[in-house]
């Protein structure tokens, strides 16, 4: 991604803001809702990781094919996208519109909020750079975040 921002947006907020669409359903009706919870280049996401942890992390972007073959089960559908959220950087926050996602979503929490309140996880997973660990453990540990 470089320096490009990305929409991003905790699995539990969409489904928050799912809810209210579908309570609401005349106001939404052939519409596009498009929501996220905060726009953020991989540098400013790295900073606020290392806030959190205090800890330094270092945003490395991957070439694409390099991160397409990382050895998770995302890395390809993902390294298929990164490229064209990168080429529509300027459009595609836009169409993700922050406030109408805290209209829709009030308990939606600011993304510095949300790193803080699962710190355990980021932690885990930066531990698991330096040592062997449960695997199954860090799995459950990211996919909360």
């Given at each position: 991604?470089?320096d490009?921002?990305?929409?991003l947006?905790?699995?539990e907020d969409?489904?928050r803001?799912?809810?209210?669409v579908?309570?609401?359903?005349d106001?939404?009706?052939?519409?596009?809702?498009?929501v996220?919870?905060a726009?953020a280049s991989?540098?400013e996401l790295a900073?606020l990781i290392?806030?959190v942890i205090?800890?330094?992390?270092?945003?490395?972007?991957f070439?694409?094919?390099?991160f397409?073959?990382l050895p998770?089960w995302?890395?390809?559908?993902a390294g298929?996208?990164?490229?064209?959220f990168?080429?529509n950087?300027?459009?595609?926050p836009?169409?993700?519109?922050?406030?109408?996602?805290?209209?829709?979503?009030?308990?939606?929490?600011?993304?510095?909020?949300w790193?803080?309140?699962?710190r355990?996880?980021?932690l885990?997973?930066?531990?698991?750079?330096?040592?062997?660990?449960?695997?199954?453990v860090v799995?459950?540990a990211?996919?909360?975040?």
């Amino acid at each position: 991604m470089a320096d490009s921002k990305l929409a991003l947006i905790a699995a539990e907020d969409m489904g928050r803001t799912a809810f209210a669409v579908f309570r609401n359903p005349d106001v939404h009706i052939g519409r596009t809702v498009s929501v996220a919870g905060a726009h953020a280049s991989g540098a400013e996401l790295a900073a606020l990781i290392s806030d959190v942890i205090g800890e330094t992390v270092h945003y490395r972007p991957f070439a694409w094919d390099q991160f397409r073959s990382l050895p998770f089960w995302t890395a390809v559908t993902a390294g298929n996208a990164f490229p064209y959220f990168a080429e529509n950087e300027r459009d595609l926050p836009a169409r993700r519109d922050l406030d109408e996602s805290r209209r829709l979503n009030h308990a939606m929490e600011p993304l510095d909020a949300w790193l803080r309140s699962h710190r355990a996880g980021l932690l885990l997973s930066a531990q698991s750079r330096n040592r062997p660990v449960n695997r199954r453990v860090v799995r459950s540990a990211r996919s909360a975040w």
